[in-house]
């Protein structure tokens, strides 16, 4: 198979988009894109500068000197990220960059500027990326869309019982309340809300398991794949 596309996953919060997106990512032998990592990788930069948000939002080109990119750790089979040609995957992970990400993944022209950044590294195709705006607003023309859902209840517990394996004493009902509550904000927010592309399959994740969930995205990825090759 020679012809390569770009694979966006969407959906809600805590439905596994990052685990479906890396394991299409290995089976195809494409490029899996951290949009989250990103992210962190502006704000570390914003940090190690000590750059205020309210000069970003003031002099954009401000970001101009920010380059990320990703190389594959074969060891940890493991997508790093690297900021300026720096490996800065242990350092996005950490407590300070976790407290700023939010407020910095809020100002539109981060937002603006990343989206550029990620149409840069997926113009080759062969590509796998996840988020909130992949398939509506990063890769409109990605010749594989997917949506993922599941039931609010479903994800909380998903959520819940992971939080509980990290030693978190959580209430389920919190959980399911944030969960709730950061759907809304997705869905209502101003800057790239969360939306289904028209174009977009569904995958409905509540009764699958995640091999279940791959094998079926796989499945559909083999398919356009296929349909584009020459006969």
């Known amino acids: 198979m020679d012809s390569k596309i770009i694979i966006a996953i969407d959906?809600?919060?805590?439905?596994?988009?990052?685990?479906?997106?890396?394991?299409?990512?290995?089976?195809?032998?494409?490029?899996?894109?951290?949009s989250g990592a990103m992210y962190r990788a502006v704000t570390l930069y914003l940090i190690n500068e000590n750059i205020p948000l309210s000069e970003v939002s003031e002099d954009p080109a401000l970001l101009g000197n920010i380059k990320i990119h990703f190389e594959f750790d074969p060891e940890r089979y493991f997508f790093e990220t690297f900021l300026n040609g720096e490996n800065v995957e242990?350092?996005?992970?950490?407590?300070?960059?976790?407290?700023?990400?939010?407020?910095?993944?809020?100002?539109?022209?981060?937002?603006y500027f990343l989206v550029a950044q990620q149409q840069e590294i997926g113009k080759?195709?062969?590509?796998?990326?996840?988020?909130?705006?992949?398939?509506?607003?990063?890769?409109?023309?990605?010749?594989?869309?997917i949506f993922m859902t599941a039931?609010?209840?479903?994800?909380?517990?998903?959520?819940?019982?992971?939080?509980?394996?990290?030693?978190?004493h959580v209430n389920y009902?919190?959980?399911?309340?944030?969960?709730?509550?950061?759907?809304?904000?997705?869905?209502?927010?101003k800057e790239s809300p969360l939306l289904k592309a028209k174009d977009a399959i569904t995958l409905d994740n509540s009764s699958m398991t995640k091999m279940e969930q791959s094998r079926l995205a796989l499945q559909w990825a083999r398919g356009v794949i296929e349909s584009l090759e020459p006969h």
């Open 11 to 34: 959906g809600h919060s805590s439905c596994g988009k990052g685990t479906l997106a890396k394991n299409l990512a290995k089976e195809l032998d494409y490029l899996f894109i951290d």
């Open 90 to 111: 242990e350092q996005i992970r950490g407590m300070e960059v976790s407290r700023k990400v939010s407020p910095v993944s809020a100002i539109k022209e981060v937002r």
């Open 124 to 145: 080759n195709r062969g590509v796998v990326m996840d988020g909130r705006d992949i398939g509506t607003v990063v890769f409109p023309d990605a010749e594989l869309k």
């Open 151 to 168: 039931s609010s209840g479903i994800r909380a517990k998903r959520r819940y019982e992971e939080l509980k394996k990290k030693g978190v």
């Open 173 to 189: 009902q919190e959980v399911l309340h944030n969960i709730r509550e950061r759907d809304h904000i997705d869905s209502t927010r």
